[in-house]
């Protein structure tokens, strides 16, 4: 019989699951036994996701419309959900940004995490399930050159500490968490980023990311999240550090 914080044989969505840190927490999972839905906008993205253990199921839909998100939960009726879902935000300085590239993360990211939560709060979702939102390290200290994309990862975080506290007023037995990884160059996303920021300094990628230490991996991703996800609720803070040495609570 599985451990009541066993992840086998109990489903788990991630949303954005097909590349970067999504796709190792995907595969994580499913090395860790859980069965896994995979979402992503292409199925193209989807295909050549690992999966060894035949344990990921491919789910192709768009994460910030709200009938997917409702039809994914029914379908499924996950335990785990983990939304790491965004748009990539164009580098510019703010007097080159439009209001549209400025806010492109205010329209995808957050209208993602908001619909999910949402739902997971409406449906609801089973006693001792979790909800993971993956936000930014920029949340906590800014990103100049990325438009508004810190402050819709700050209001992710924000929203999944509002949704923790609905849950609790319901008496809802759901965790909401958040978790803001840091920038590693080891992503899609985090690549030019740090190209961008070491020239804004004036140093070279090496000298940039030096003072942060062990580098975040979509595989050390995995291993976090797979730890988060098996924690008891009680010892499940509101959110966390993601960097390359794992999670740190964050007050």
Do not use: C
Not at 57 to 63: F, K, L, N, P, Q
Not at 97 to 106: D, K, L, P
Not at 142 to 153: H, N, T
Request: proline share 5%; charged share 20%; hydrophobic share 45%.
């Amino acid at each position: 019989m599985p451990l009541p914080n066993d992840l086998s044989e109990k489903t788990t969505i991630v949303v954005g699951a097909s590349r970067g840190l999504g796709r190792g927490i995907a595969n994580a999972f499913a090395e860790a036994g859980a069965h896994v839905v995979a979402v992503a906008r292409s199925a193209a993205a989807l295909g050549d996701l690992a999966d060894a253990a035949g344990l990921i199921r491919r789910e192709v839909g768009d994460a910030g419309d709200p009938t997917v998100t409702g039809t994914i939960l029914d379908r499924y009726d996950p335990r785990v959900v983990i939304l790491v879902a965004g748009a990539s935000p164009l580098l510019r300085r703010l007097q080159d940004h439009t209001w549209e590239t400025f806010s492109v993360n205010w329209d995808t990211d957050v209208r993602i995490a908001f619909h999910w939560l949402r739902e997971a709060l409406l449906k609801p979702l089973q006693p001792g399930s979790k909800v993971i939102v993956i936000s930014s390290g920029a949340a906590l200290n800014g990103s100049p050159l990325s438009g508004g994309y810190a402050g819709a990862k700050s209001t992710q975080r924000f929203i999944t500490s509002y949704a923790q506290d609905e849950a609790n007023r319901a008496g809802l037995d759901i965790t909401f968490t958040a978790v803001l990884p840091r920038i590693t160059p080891m992503t899609d996303l985090g690549r030019p980023a740090v190209r961008a920021y070491a020239a804004r300094s004036g140093q070279s990628e090496e000298e940039y990311l030096r003072p942060m230490g062990e580098l975040l991996t979509p595989e050390a991703a995995g291993t976090a999240l797979v730890e988060l996800a098996r924690a008891d609720a009680g010892t499940v803070a509101h959110s966390y550090l993601l960097t390359g040495a794992g999670v740190q609570a964050l007050t």
